[in-house]
């Protein structure tokens, strides 16, 4: 890190990498040794067993050089997306200047604005599995040229996502290198934003597929955690609507080569009252979730 902070306070060496990135850009072209890539596998911490792969972490170490290039192209997508305002504004992570207080306080706001009008809120969240390894290379490209970016960075990341190879660090264990034909590496500085507009094209579907089936419901998303929020005077009412919207998702979403994990699925109920009430249980099981 300390060499890291030398080369980053010299002139020269951030004007060579300034010019390396303009280069990749303008040929679209990324080179192959930025492409090779490890794979560290570290369990989470504080389970009961590791029978099932989601309870590792793979964590990516990436070219050094090469993560300082994909920061300077990320801060341009930023600055360019926000000038097309292609990102949806349900989109509150992977975005500069947007964090998880933003959303904190978006969904404050909505269940105090909710209270003045006696209305009850209630939020299903969830969460899509696996989703930086997930994210499909051909339908990310269509994005961004849906995007409207222009054809040098269209053309840059179609070689960016394409022959790229990585191999397993497990304990003692070495896998052989092997193809990696989808996902971005959650390593990267160029995954947040990636993922930001991956998924906006997939909240704009989803907000007219709402409106379309009549389904009164907001939805706040920060990178692959999602919100369903819904406000009503009845817990009845807004069951109804989280259940509608939650089917609506699952389907959208295998669409975009993602699935929702089920299990951490969860409701919670705000309401102004001081009384104890009784919470109608939330059904998910016809489309393949729990009674929560």
């Given at each position: 890190?300390?060499?890291?902070?030398?080369?980053?306070?010299?002139?020269?060496?951030?004007?060579?990498?300034?010019?390396?990135?303009?280069?990749?850009?303008?040929?679209?072209?990324?080179?192959?040794?930025?492409?090779?890539?490890?794979?560290?596998?570290?369990?989470?911490?504080?389970?009961?067993?590791?029978?099932?792969?989601?309870?590792?972490?793979?964590?990516?170490?990436?070219?050094?050089?090469?993560?300082?290039?994909?920061?300077?192209?990320?801060?341009?997508?930023?600055?360019?997306?926000?000038?097309?305002?292609?990102?949806?504004?349900?989109?509150?992570?992977?975005?500069?200047?947007?964090?998880?207080?933003?959303?904190?306080?978006?969904?404050?706001?909505?269940?105090?604005?909710?209270?003045?009008?006696?209305?009850?809120?209630?939020?299903?969240?969830?969460?899509?599995?696996?989703?930086?390894?997930?994210?499909?290379?051909?339908?990310?490209?269509?994005?961004?040229?849906?995007?409207?970016?222009?054809?040098?960075?269209?053309?840059?990341?179609?070689?960016?996502?394409?022959?790229?190879?990585?191999?397993?660090?497990?304990?003692?264990?070495?896998?052989?290198?092997?193809?990696?034909?989808?996902?971005?590496?959650?390593?990267?500085?160029?995954?947040?934003?990636?993922?930001?507009?991956?998924?906006?094209?997939?909240?704009?579907?989803?907000?007219?597929?709402?409106?379309?089936?009549?389904?009164?419901?907001?939805?706040?998303?920060?990178?692959?955690?999602?919100?369903?929020?819904?406000?009503?005077?009845?817990?009845?009412?807004?069951?109804?609507?989280?259940?509608?919207?939650?089917?609506?998702?699952?389907?959208?979403?295998?669409?975009?080569?993602?699935?929702?994990?089920?299990?951490k699925t969860e409701v919670f109920h705000f309401n102004r009252s001081q009384d104890v009430f009784n919470l109608p249980p939330l059904n998910l099981s016809p489309i393949g979730g729990t009674i929560i």
């Amino acid at each position: 890190m300390g060499h890291l902070k030398t080369i980053l306070k010299d002139d020269g060496c951030l004007s060579n990498i300034i010019s390396i990135t303009n280069t990749c850009i303008d040929l679209g072209f990324w080179p192959s040794h930025f492409k090779r890539f490890m794979m560290v596998v570290i369990p989470k911490p504080n389970k009961q067993s590791y029978d099932f792969p989601k309870l590792f972490r793979p964590i990516i170490l990436l070219n050094i050089l090469g993560k300082l290039i994909e920061k300077v192209i990320s801060e341009r997508l930023q600055f360019l997306t926000v000038s097309n305002n292609f990102i949806h504004p349900s989109q509150l992570g992977g975005l500069k200047f947007k964090s998880m207080t933003d959303m904190g306080m978006a969904l404050t706001h909505i269940i105090q604005s909710g209270w003045i009008k006696n209305f009850s809120t209630s939020t299903l969240t969830f969460d899509i599995m696996q989703f930086f390894p997930s994210l499909n290379h051909c339908l990310l490209t269509l994005i961004l040229k849906k995007a409207e970016f222009n054809n040098c960075i269209v053309s840059f990341f179609a070689n960016y996502l394409v022959d790229r190879k990585t191999n397993y660090f497990w304990n003692s264990f070495t896998s052989p290198l092997f193809d990696v034909n989808v996902g971005v590496g959650q390593g990267s500085a160029l995954s947040p934003i990636l993922s930001a507009l991956y998924l906006s094209l997939l909240l704009y579907i989803l907000e007219k597929c709402l409106k379309n089936l009549k389904i009164p419901i907001s939805i706040i998303l920060f990178v692959d955690d999602g919100l369903f929020i819904s406000q009503s005077r009845s817990f009845y009412i807004s069951n109804c609507h989280l259940f509608c919207s939650y089917n609506v998702i699952s389907n959208l979403l295998k669409k975009f080569s993602l699935i929702v994990e089920h299990s951490k699925t969860e409701v919670f109920h705000f309401n102004r009252s001081q009384d104890v009430f009784n919470l109608p249980p939330l059904n998910l099981s016809p489309i393949g979730g729990t009674i929560i």
